[in-house]
């Protein structure tokens, strides 16, 4: 079990990052949130996982403990995969995650690409006595809340950390919101994969 990997931030893309560790490149793959927060060429210790395949290792790093605890558990629920577990923190913090299973929230579930009413539904079953109470405040936990629209702030960080400029980062960021138009905001990974659409146009 690798618990996390500190190291200089080598580079970054829209899934993940790579983390050079004393010469190593590790490839950990990371929920938007998690990204934002790192900075290509600086020092980061991120928490990580490894799922171990027969034909892969993967390494899934989070933002901190909590995170990658909450991944874990929801794992163990049936047809919960490592994608869909890092999708399901990719639009919810653990928290919301927390109060979605604990108010059988099924509605809140079944906005993360991949989870249908009865796959909502059996999640609810079989995490209710395992994910525990919310620890935060009670505050809203959906990773793009309507206030202020954070997803804004997350996919430019995730475009300079590309290497875009912070002129170009905040235009696709300005194009992919009048897109939506008020629609449902999709999770962070799609804006930030829509923005890169629109810089690769210019």
Do not use: Y
Not at 121 to 133: F, M, S, T, W
């Amino acid at each position: 079990m690798i618990a996390f990997v500190s190291g200089r931030v080598a580079a970054a893309g829209p899934d993940g990052a790579v983390i050079d560790v004393h010469g190593v490149g590790l490839a950990v793959r990371c929920t938007p949130a998690t990204l934002a927060g790192l900075r290509v060429g600086e020092e980061a210790t991120v928490p990580t996982s490894l799922v171990v395949r027969e034909d892969s290792l993967t390494l899934f790093g989070f933002a901190d403990d909590d995170e990658r605890t909450v991944f874990e558990l929801l794992q163990t629920a049936s047809g919960v995969g490592p994608r869909l577990a890092l999708a399901m923190l990719a639009v919810h913090t653990p928290d919301a995650l927390r109060r979605a299973v604990a108010s059988e929230d099924v509605a809140a579930l079944t906005k993360v690409p991949g989870i249908g009413k009865k796959g909502a539904q059996r999640i609810v079953l079989e995490l209710k006595d395992r994910l525990g109470a919310p620890v935060g405040d009670g505050a809203a936990g959906v990773r793009a809340p309507a206030r202020a629209e954070p997803w804004r702030e997350q996919v430019q960080m995730g475009l300079i950390n590309l290497g875009w400029s912070a002129k170009d980062a905040d235009a696709a960021v300005d194009a992919v919101a009048a897109d939506l138009d008020g629609a449902e905001t999709p999770p962070v990974a799609t804006l930030l994969k829509s923005a890169l659409k629109k810089l690769s146009k210019h």
